[in-house]
C-alpha cells in the first residue's frame, strides 16, 4: 500500500521534471550580436559592416576626438594652456607621452579594427550587389586610406620627408581581413616603413577616387552625407601629398576640390558660421555626423569635451592664451570675443572666442568646438584654398589660382583687406593657415611641414626647444601591443 | 538528461521498501546542566534518514527498528548516540558541548556533523550575525571564518563587497564565491547602471534571517557545486521553525555613525602659506611659466573666485574657512527593527520574519532602507511525504551618489581650497565657481534613486521511500526587479543647462530544479554509508532597458516624461544556462575512518560546443583518531582528526557568450551597421582548479582547547584568460584556456574557554596565510591601469614608476632610472617602470574574546590584515604641491622638503610646475591594520523579573563597529579596495585589487538595542 503510494509521488515529480527537460537546452544564442560568420554571408551584411567602420572613425579616437586634438596638444607652444586633470594630456603638453597612455592606445587599437573590418568588406566584395560593388570598394579603401593616414602621422619614427627615402619605421600594413579561425603567427606583424605605408594610403584614396566617381557618388559638399565621396577622397589626397611635399599633386587634388564645392563663394559668410552645425555647410568638404545619440561630444575623448566651458557642457580645460591672439591682425573677425555670463550654450556665442561659463567659469574659450552633438568639421573648403596656396607658391605655380587671390580670399571672410603679391611669403602663407585652421588638428602636421620648432610650454621641461623632427613629438606605439607583439619595434626615446 | 532520469527510477525500485521489526520508542529529552526539557531537539535513526524532532515538552516518539540507534543532536549540546535495544521508552540526558564539536554543518544537498567532515569549512552561526548593521551579511564573514577576506570597498552603502575565499584563482573570470541560499544558487552580480559602483544584490537578504553561513572552501566540500566552485561556495542557511508554541522575538536597533577616520586638509592658514611657498619656488626660475601673474596672490585671483574676505579682500588673514571634508562626510544613522515568529507542531513548523531596516550613510546624499518578509514553512504530510516553501520578499531602496571617479562623488569635495566658502559671497546660495564642482550643489539638485524588489524562495518536496532512502525535490525561484533613476539639476555641471535625466530598468529571473536521492545504510555495524545522487537544471534570463533625456522644464521636473529631448533609449537581454547531474558518498568506517568521494557533471551555455560539460570529481579521507581505543576517553587529547582532501573545481563565471565571435550594432548618426565585437574560441572550456587540503581538526582538554590547521594547495589551470592579442589584427583580445595560477596557504583557527564558571571566557582566534602566484601567462603581460599580471608575481602587482624619494639637496622629486633601481633621475617620464608593490595580503584573520558574567554579555572582535598595499590615487592630486590649486593634506604640509638637507617624504611644493606629480611609487602605501571591529556589550534581564512581564526574554545591548584602527595607511580607509565599476565580477575588480580613488571610509557605528523575547 506505502509503496504505491510511494511510486504515484514519484511518478508526479518524474513527470514534472520531464516537462522541464530539453535535449537543446544550453543552446542560447545572444540577442545584441551575431555571429562573425553570419556578416560576410550577403548584400546587407556587407554594407551593415561597412557604416560600422564610418562608427568607428567618427569616434572620439578619431576626427571626433584625438585626431585633432594630439595634433594640436602635441605641436603646442603655449597657445592654448591645458589645465584639466587628465594627466594623458598634461603629458603631451609637456611633450612626455606615456607608453601606457589610454588615450594613445584607443587610437591605434581603433584604427585597425576599423581597417580589419574594411579588409573584410574587401574581402567579400562579391557578394555586394552589382550596382553598389564601385562605391562599397570606393568607400572601404577610402576609409583604409584614411585610417593610415592618421596611423602614420602619429606613430611614425619619424615624419615623412619630401624627396628622402623614408625607410624608417612607420606603421603596420595589414591588408587582409583577420579571420574567424584566430589569431596565427601571420598576424604578430612588423612595422612597414613610412614610405610603404604613403604609397598604399595613395594606392587606396587613388583607387577611393575612381571607384567613387565611377559609382556616380556626387561631388559637392555633403553630397554624400558624411561618407566618402570623390571629393573627399581628393581632399585627403591633398594632405597626404601635402606631407609627401608632393607640391604639383597637392595643388591639383586641392584645386579639384575647390571647383567641386564651387570656389571661393562657397564658403560661409563669416568664420563662425563654419562651426557647430548640425548639417553641411557649403564650405564643409567631409564631416563627422553626430546627433544626439551618436556623438563623441560626451566622452572623454570627444573634442568639445575639453574646448568648451558652457552650462552642462565641457570641462573647460583648454584655455587659449594671450601668445596665441599674437598671431592676429587688428580687426580680425577670427578674434572676436564674446564676453556675456548669461549666455548658456555656444549658439548664444557670436564670437569665434568666449569667456566660458559653467565648470571652470572665466576663461578665454575658443568657439570652434562647443556643441556635443554637432557635425563635426573634418575637412573645410578654407583648408583646401590653404593647401591649394602653400603648394602653388612653393612650386611658383598658378593652379586654379595665384596664391594671392586664395590667401585674399581667406583674409577677406575674415573681415581683412587684401595683401598685395610683394606682401606674400611663404610665412605668411603659414601665419594664414594658423589664423585659419587653428585648433582643428593641423598644428603639428604643418609645424612639420614648416619644419618649425616646438617650445615646451609647462611641465618639468618648460622653456625646452624641440625641433619638428624630434622624437619626443612622436606618439610612442601603445606598450601593450609592444609586450604583445616582439615583431614591434617602439618608436625612438620611449 | 531523459537516461538520468530512467536512472534514478530503476535506482528506486533497485532500493525497494526494506521494513525490519518495528517498535514504538518514546521519551523526554532535558539538559543535563539544569535538567530543563529540551524542545526542538534532532532524533535521528543511524544510519537512516528516518528521524523527529522534540516538540514543546522535550518529547518525542518515533517507530523504530528494535535494533536501531537513535542519534540525539542539538545545537550547543553534545551529540549522543543510544541503541534502542527493545526498549519502548528511552529519556537521554544531553551535556552542554564546549567546542560545539558536534555540531551540524550544511553542506551542499544535505548537512552532516561537524566532526564527521573530512572537508575544509568554515561556519558562523546566527548569533554571529544578529544585529548586524551593515546591509549585506558578508561583511560578517572577515575575521571570523579563516581564509576569507572581505573588502567592503568602501562606506558607500549597498556596494558589491569583494570577497575571496582562499586568494584568487581567476583572471579574467570572476573571483566572487558562489551564493547558495536555502539550497538555490542566487544572482549575486552587481546588475546598477553603469557609470557608477556596482551594487551588491546580496543586500536584499535580511541579515537577521540568517540561521547559518557556511563557506565551503576545500574541492572536497565545494566539488558538489563543480563548475562554479573554485571560488569558494558560501551557503546561507535561514531560519526554520521548531515544534513548540510561538515563540515572537523582536529586536529593535537605533545608532548613529561617523566616518571611521577622517585624513586631514588644509585649513587657510595651511594653505595660503604652502601656495605661497609652492608659488615662490616656480617663479623667478628659468622655467619662470607665470608671465601673467605678478605675484601669488594674483594666481590665486586667477584660479579661485571668492578666496578673498569680500569686507577686506586685502586682509588675508580674513576670509573663508571651509573645512570640505566636513562637508562631505557627515553623522549617519541606522534604526533597524525586527520582529519574527516561529514555532508549530510536529507536522507543521514555520518561521515568519519581518525586518525594517533604514540607514543613512557618512557620505552625504547616500542612504539605504530595506523591508524584508520571510516565510519558510515546513509540512508533514505523512511518515512518507512532506513539502515546504521557502519565500523572502524584499525591497530594497538605495539613495546613490556618483561613483567615485566623478567630480560630483561627495569625496571629491575635499579637493576644494579650504579658501573657498561653500555658498556664494554675494548671492548666499551655495558657491558654483569653485575650482571643481562644488559636491553640495550636486547634492541639493541631483538624485539617483534605485529600487530593487526581490524574491527568492523555494517549493520542495521530500519522499521517505524507504527508512534508508528518500527522494527530494526542490523548485527554486530568484526574481530581481530593479529599477533605477537619476536626475541631475541644471545648476550642476553634467546636468546644465536644463536637466539630465536617466531612468532604468533590469529584470533577472533565475529559475532552478533541485532533484536528488539520499540513501543511508548502516552495514553490519563496519560501515555508515551516506549516498547522494541528483540533478540540477538552472536557467537565467535577464533584461534591461534604460532611457535618458535632457532639457527640462524646472527641476521640479524629474521624470523623463518632461524631457524635451530623448538622448539614449536602449534596450537588451540575455541568459545563461546550466544543466547538471552529481553523486556523494560519504562513508565512516569501523566509526574511525571517512571517507568522502563526490563528483559533478556540469553543461553550461557559456562554452564552445564542443566542450559544454565538464567533470569534476573530489576525495577526501579523515581518521577519527580518537576514537580508537588508545586515545578514546583522553582528557588531554580529547578529539584528533587528521583529513586530506583532493578535487577538481570549476569556474565559468565569464560573459555569457564568450565563446562566440560576434559582431554587434553600431550607429553612425543613424546610419545602421555592425561593429566586430569579439573573435571565436570554439573550444572554450571550463578554467579548473585542482585543490589539496591537509588539515586537522583537534580538541585538547576535555575540549576547552579546540582547533583547526589546514594547508592548502589551489592549482588553477586553462585559466579563462582574455589572451592579449596584437591589435593590429582588428581585436586586443580573445577569451582561451591559457595560463595557470597558484594559491597557497595556511589558516588556523583557535578556540579556548578560559573560564566555564559563573565567569565565561572564550576566546576564538584566526589567522590565514595566503600566497598568489601567476605560474604560466604563456609570455601574456596583462595591465589594466598601473596593475599587471605577469608570470612569477601575485595577480595585479603596482607596476608602475618607483619613487626614490627626495632629493636633501634640492628638494626635487626623484625616480629611479632603470630596473635595477641604482641610478635615479628627476623627470617621471624617463624612469622605469618596475614591481612597486601587490595589494594581495600576505596574512589575515580575527580574534574574539567573549565574556559572560550573570546577565552580562561582552564580545571583544579584532580583525587584521597585513602586507597588502594599497595606490592612493586620489593623492596625486592631494598631495603634489599645488600642480593645480587642490587643496593638499596636512601630512604633506608637515613632511614636505623646506630646506637642503631636509629628509621629508614629499618633495619640494612646485606650483604649476609640479615636482614628482603623476603616478609613480609615491602613491603607495603599505595598508596593514588592525582595526576593533565589533564590540558587544549586552545585559539579559533576569528571569523573574522578564517572566512578571509575561516575557520569554529582555536583552538590551550596545554595539560599536569599527570603533578603533591602527594602521599607517594615510588614507581614509586600509580596508579600501573599490570595485571597478564594470563590475564586481570583472577582469579589471580582479586586477585592480587595492583602488583608492576619492574612496569614502566605512563608519564607525554605535548602536544601541533592545531584544524581546514574547
Not at chain 1, 49 to 78: K, P, Q
Request: aromatic content about 12%.
Amino acid at each position: 500500500m506505502k509503496t504505491n503510494k510511494i511510486i504515484t509521488y514519484i511518478s508526479v515529480l518524474l513527470l514534472a521534471a520531464v516537462v522541464f527537460s530539453c535535449e537543446d537546452f544550453l543552446d542560447i544564442n545572444p540577442q545584441q550580436a551575431v555571429d562573425a560568420e553570419q556578416v560576410y554571408n550577403d548584400h546587407n551584411g556587407v554594407t551593415n559592416a561597412l557604416n560600422g567602420a564610418y562608427s568607428i572613425v567618427a569616434g572620439g579616437n578619431f576626427y571626433a576626438g584625438t585626431s585633432i586634438f594630439h595634433s594640436d596638444l602635441v605641436a603646442n607652444s603655449g597657445e592654448m594652456n591645458w589645465i584639466g586633470t587628465f594627466i594623458q594630456y598634461r603629458q603631451m603638453d609637456w611633450k612626455a607621452m606615456d607608453t601606457n597612455d589610454g588615450f594613445i592606445a584607443g587610437k591605434w587599437n581603433q584604427a585597425y579594427r576599423a581597417i580589419d573590418i574594411v579588409n573584410n568588406v574587401l574581402d567579400n566584395l562579391d557578394v555586394v550587389q552589382e550596382a553598389h560593388r564601385a562605391r562599397v570598394e570606393g568607400e572601404a579603401k577610402f576609409l583604409r586610406g584614411i585610417m593610415y593616414l592618421e596611423l602614420v602621422r602619429f606613430f611614425a619614427a619619424s615624419p615623412y620627408v619630401g624627396g628622402a627615402a623614408n625607410n624608417q619605421d612607420g606603421v603596420p600594413l595589414v591588408l587582409s581581413p583577420t579571420p574567424t579561425s584566430g589569431i596565427t603567427d601571420a598576424h604578430y606583424v612588423s612595422r612597414a616603413s613610412v614610405s610603404a605605408v604613403y604609397d598604399q594610403i595613395l594606392t587606396d584614396l587613388g583607387s577611393a577616387k575612381t571607384l567613387l566617381t565611377a559609382a556616380g557618388i556626387g561631388t559637392g559638399a555633403g553630397s554624400n552625407g558624411g561618407r566618402a565621396t570623390p571629393t573627399t577622397a581628393a581632399a585627403f589626397l591633398a594632405r597626404v601629398y601635402m606631407d609627401m611635399e608632393n607640391w604639383p599633386n597637392a595643388a591639383a587634388e586641392a584645386n579639384e576640390v575647390i571647383n567641386n564645392l564651387g570656389g571661393y563663394g562657397a564658403l560661409n559668410d563669416t568664420p563662425r558660421e563654419a562651426f557647430n552645425n548640425d548639417e553641411y555647410t557649403s564650405e564643409d568638404v567631409f564631416m563627422i555626423n553626430q546627433n544626439v545619440t551618436s556623438n563623441a561630444g560626451q566622452a572623454n575623448a570627444g573634442i568639445g569635451t575639453f574646448f568648451a566651458s558652457l552650462e552642462g557642457y565641457g570641462r573647460g580645460d583648454v584655455h587659449i592664451s594671450t601668445s596665441h591672439f599674437e598671431h592676429f591682425e587688428e580687426g580680425d573677425l577670427r578674434t572676436t570675443l564674446t564676453d556675456d555670463p548669461s549666455i548658456i550654450d555656444i549658439s548664444n556665442v557670436p564670437g569665434m572666442y568666449y569667456i566660458g561659463i559653467g565648470t571652470d567659469p572665466g576663461n578665454v574659450m575658443s568657439s570652434k568646438w562647443g556643441k556635443f552633438d554637432a557635425n563635426i568639421n573634418v575637412i573645410r573648403l578654407a583648408e583646401m584654398i590653404l593647401t591649394r596656396a602653400e603648394a602653388n607658391f612653393r612650386n611658383g605655380t598658378a593652379a586654379g589660382a595665384p596664391p594671392i587671390a586664395d590667401i585674399n580670399a581667406i583674409r577677406n571672410r575674415a573681415g581683412l583687406g587684401p595683401l598685395t603679391p610683394a606682401n606674400l611669403d611663404l610665412q605668411e602663407i603659414r601665419d594664414e593657415r594658423y589664423r585659419e585652421l587653428c585648433f582643428e588638428g593641423h598644428q603639428l602636421h604643418d609645424v612639420r611641414r614648416f619644419r618649425e620648432n616646438v617650445t615646451v610650454p609647462s611641465g618639468a621641461d618648460a622653456g625646452t626647444v624641440l625641433p619638428w623632427n624630434h622624437p619626443r613629438l612622436v606618439l610612442p606605439i601603445p606598450q601593450r601591443e609592444i609586450d604583445v607583439n616582439s615583431n614591434l619595434t617602439q618608436n625612438p626615446g620611449y | 538528461m531523459k537516461r538520468i532520469l530512467i536512472l534514478m527510477g530503476v535506482l528506486l525500485f533497485l532500493g525497494g521498501p526494506i521494513f525490519g521489526q518495528q517498535i514504538r520508542v518514546s521519551g523526554t529529552v532535558t539538559s543535563a546542566e539544569d535538567g530543563s526539557t529540551l524542545p526542538g531537539v534532532t532524533v535521528a535513526v543511524q544510519g537512516t534518514t528516518l528521524g523527529t524532532i522534540t516538540d514543546a515538552e522535550g518529547h518525542y516518539e518515533l517507530d523504530v527498528a528494535r535494533d536501531a540507534t537513535l542519534v540525539f543532536t542539538f545545537i550547543g549540546m553534545q551529540r549522543r548516540e543510544v541503541p534502542v535495544e527493545g526498549r519502548a521508552v528511552i529519556n537521554v540526558e544531553l551535556q552542554r558541548d564546549l567546542a560545539l564539536l558536534d555540531e551540524v554543518v550544511v553542506v551542499g544537498y544535505g548537512t552532516r556533523l561537524k566532526y564527521e567532515l573530512s572537508g575544509s569549512i568554515s561556519s558562523l552561526r546566527s548569533e554571529d550575525i544578529a544585529g548586524h548593521t551593515m546591509p549585506s551579511f558578508e561583511t560578517a564573514l572577515h575575521g571570523r571564518t579563516a581564509g576569507v577576506h572581505i573588502s567592503a570597498g568602501s562606506g558607500k552603502l549597498g556596494q558589491a563587497v569583494r570577497t575571496r575565499v582562499r586568494g584568487s584563482s581567476s583572471i579574467s573570470a570572476s573571483n566572487q564565491p558562489l551564493y547558495v541560499i536555502d539550497g538555490i544558487p542566487v544572482q549575486s552580480d552587481n546588475l546598477g547602471a553603469g557609470g557608477n559602483e556596482p551594487t551588491n544584490p546580496l543586500a536584499d537578504l535580511n541579515p537577521g534571517d540568517i540561521e547559518s553561513i557556511e563557506v565551503l572552501k576545500d574541492a572536497s566540500a565545494a566539488a558538489i557545486y563543480g563548475s562554479r566552485a573554485s571560488n569558494g561556495v558560501i551557503i546561507i542557511t535561514t531560519k526554520r521553525g521548531r515544534p513548540g508554541a510561538t515563540r515572537i522575538n523582536v529586536t529593535s536597533q537605533y545608532g548613529f555613525s561617523e566616518a571611521s577616520n577622517k585624513v586631514g586638509y588644509l585649513n587657510r592658514e595651511q594653505y595660503l602659506d604652502l601656495f605661497r611657498t609652492a608659488y615662490s619656488n616656480s617663479a623667478g626660475g628659468p622655467e619662470e611659466p607665470f608671465v601673467i601673474w605678478s605675484d601669488w596672490t594674483d594666481a590665486l585671483d586667477w584660479g579661485l573666485a571668492y578666496w578673498r574676505d569680500p569686507d577686506n579682500p586685502t586682509d588675508l588673514t580674513q576670509g573663508p574657512d571651509t573645512n570640505w571634508e566636513d562637508q562631505a562626510l557627515r553623522q549617519g544613522g541606522s534604526r533597524q527593527f525586527d520582529i519574527n515568529a516561529s514555532g508549530g507542531s510536529e507536522e507543521t513548523q514555520y518561521y515568519v520574519a519581518l525586518s525594517y531596516t533604514d540607514q543613512e550613510a557618512v557620505i552625504v546624499g547616500n542612504s539605504f532602507d530595506r523591508v524584508s518578509g520571510r516565510i519558510n514553512l515546513d509540512q508533514k504530510v505523512s511518515d512518507v511525504l512532506s513539502f515546504g516553501m521557502n519565500m523572502n520578499l524584499s525591497r530594497s531602496r538605495n539613495f546613490r551618489v556618483a561613483n567615485d571617479r566623478a567630480f560630483a562623488t561627495p569625496l571629491q569635495m575635499i579637493a576644494l581650497p579650504s579658501v573657498q566658502p561653500t555658498h556664494d559671497p554675494h548671492t548666499g546660495e551655495l558657491n558654483r565657481r569653485t575650482v571643481y564642482e562644488n559636491g553640495l550643489v550636486v547634492r541639493e539638485y541631483n538624485n539617483f534613486d534605485t529600487e530593487i524588489f526581490r524574491n527568492f524562495g523555494n517549493l520542495f518536496a521530500s519522499l521517505q521511500i524507504t527508512p534508508n532512502l528518500t527522494f527530494r525535490s526542490e523548485a527554486g525561484i530568484d526574481i530581481l526587479r530593479q529599477h533605477e533613476w537619476e536626475y541631475q539639476g541644471r545648476l550642476t555641471n553634467d546636468g546644465g543647462p536644463a536637466g539630465f535625466g536617466f531612468d532604468r530598468n533590469v529584470s533577472s529571473r533565475v529559475y532552478s530544479l533541485e532533484n536528488y536521492f539520499t540513501y543511508q545504510q548502516e552495514f553490519a555495524e563496519v560501515l555508515e554509508l551516506d549516498f547522494l545522487l541528483g540533478t540540477s537544471l538552472q536557467y537565467a534570463d535577464l533584461d534591461f532597458s534604460s532611457a535618458t533625456g535632457r532639457g527640462f522644464p524646472s527641476d521640479e521636473f524629474r521624470r523623463l516624461a518632461s524631457a524635451a529631448e530623448i538622448t539614449s533609449a536602449s534596450a537588451s537581454a540575455t541568459g545563461y544556462r546550466y544543466n547538471s547531474f552529481f553523486t556523494r558518498a560519504n562513508m565512516k568506517l569501523l566509526d574511525s575512518y571517512l571517507f568522502t568521494l563526490s563528483a559533478r557533471a556540469d553543461g553550461s551555455s557559456r562554452f564552445g560546443a564542443d566542450n559544454r560539460y565538464g567533470f569534476f570529481p573530489s576525495a577526501s579521507a579523515a581518521w577519527l583518531v580518537t576514537e580508537e581505543d588508545f586515545l578514546s576517553d583522553n582528557y588531554y587529547i580529547s578529539f584528533l582528526k587528521p583529513r586530506v582532501s583532493w578535487g577538481l573545481t570549476g569556474n565559468s563565471e565569464i560573459d555569457n557568450f564568450a565563446a562566440r565571435g560576434l559582431y554587434t550594432g553600431s550607429n553612425y548618426a543613424g546610419l545602421w551597421g555592425v561593429v566586430s565585437g569579439s573573435l571565436p574560441s570554439e573550444d572554450l572550456r571550463w578554467e579548473s582548479t585542482t585543490q589539496v587540503n591537509a588539515g586537522i581538526d583537534f580538541g585538547f582538554f576535555n575540549d576547552r582547547v579546540t582547533g583547526e590547521i589546514d594547508y592548502y594547495i589551489k592549482k588553477t589551470e586553462d585559466l579563462l584568460l582574455n589572451v592579449q592579442v596584437p591589435a593590429t589584427s582588428g581585436y586586443t583580445t580573445v577569451y582561451q584556456n591559457v595560463g595557470n595560477m597558484e594559491n597557497k596557504g595556511w589558516e588556523f583557527v583557535l578556540n579556548t574557554v578560559n573560564f566555564d564558571r559563573a565567569f565565561r571566557w572564550n576566546t576564538s582566534f584566526n589567522i590565514a596565510f595566503n600566497q598568489n602566484k601567476v605560474t604560466d601567462l604563456d609570455g601574456q603581460i596583462i595591465s589594466s591601469g598601473i596593475w599587471r599580471v605577469m608570470e612569477g608575481q601575485p595577480i595585479g602587482v603596482f607596476y608602475t614608476k618607483e619613487y626614490a624619494g627626495v632629493d636633501p639637496a634640492n628638494g626635487n622629486a626623484l625616480f629611479y632610472l632603470n630596473e635595477e633601481g641604482d641610478e635615479t633621475t628627476t623627470s617621471l617620464a624617463a624612469a622605469a617602470n618596475r614591481i612597486v608593490g601587490d595589494p594581495n595580503p600576505d596574512f589575515w584573520g580575527g580574534f574574539t574574546n567573549t565574556f559572560r558574567y550573570g546577565g552580562f554579555d561582552l564580545s571583544v572582535m579584532f580583525q587584521f590584515v597585513y602586507g597588502h598595499d594599497i595606490y592612493n590615487h586620489g593623492r596625486q592630486w592631494q598631495a603634489d604641491g599645488f600642480s593645480w590649486f587642490d587643496n593638499q593634506t596636512v601630512d604633506f604640509y608637515e613632511d614636505h622638503w623646506r630646506q637642503p638637507g631636509d629628509d621629508t617624504y614629499y618633495p619640494q611644493p612646485r606650483f604649476f610646475l609640479g615636482n614628482g606629480y603623476g603616478v609613480s611609487s609615491m602613491l603607495i602605501f603599505d595598508a596593514s591594520y588592525i582595526r576593533l571591529k565589533d564590540l558587544t556589550l549586552g545585559y539579559t534581564l533576569p528571569d523573574e523579573l522578564v517572566s512578571r512581564a509575561n516575557l520569554q526574554n529582555v536583552r538590551i545591548f550596545l554595539r560599536g563597529y569599527n570603533l578603533l584602527t591602527f594602521t599607517d595607511y594615510p588614507g581614509w580607509d586600509p580596508e579600501t579596495s573599490a570595485p571597478d565599476q564594470a563590475g564586481i565580477g570583472t577582469q579589471a575588480s580582479n586586477i585592480r585589487q587595492g583602488w583608492d580613488f576619492y574612496t569614502a571610509p566605512q563608519p564607525r557605528t554605535f548602536t544601541f538595542g533592545i531584544n524581546l523575547g514574547i
